[in-house]
């Protein structure tokens, strides 16, 4: 292992697939890629165009919240908080908008 980072949910899958056409999936990946298939509704490109927009808009959260965010992809102010609600970080209103309008331009 070279580095340890968490990815999107599309970052996974473009991962998996590229691995995919290089040799046959374990049974584990196999079933990994199932359900991102079927949960993941943006591209990889969208996910890292988002967590950029993320990054910008509100640089005081970490990138493995942003990671959960766009992976979760929260529909108010409630769906954020439980991201948060093991942090110490406090989101204003202002921020709290700012995540959910940028989230909201992905759907």
């Known amino acids: 292992m070279i580095n340890e980072r968490n990815v999107t949910q599309s970052e996974a899958r473009a991962i998996l697939e590229a691995r995919e056409s290089i040799a046959e999936p374990l049974y584990e990946q196999r079933i990994a890629l199932d359900i991102i298939h079927k949960f993941t509704k943006i591209t990889e490109e969208q996910g890292l165009e988002m967590l950029n927009r993320l990054e910008e808009g509100v640089p005081r959260i970490k990138e493995d919240n942003i990671v959960k965010i766009i992976d979760i992809m929260p529909?108010?102010?409630?769906?954020?908080?439980?991201?948060?609600?093991?942090?110490r970080i406090i989101l204003t209103d202002d921020e709290v908008n700012k995540i959910l309008e940028i989230v909201d331009n992905y759907r």
């Open 75 to 87: 529909t108010d102010k409630e769906d954020l908080n439980l991201i948060f609600s093991k942090e």
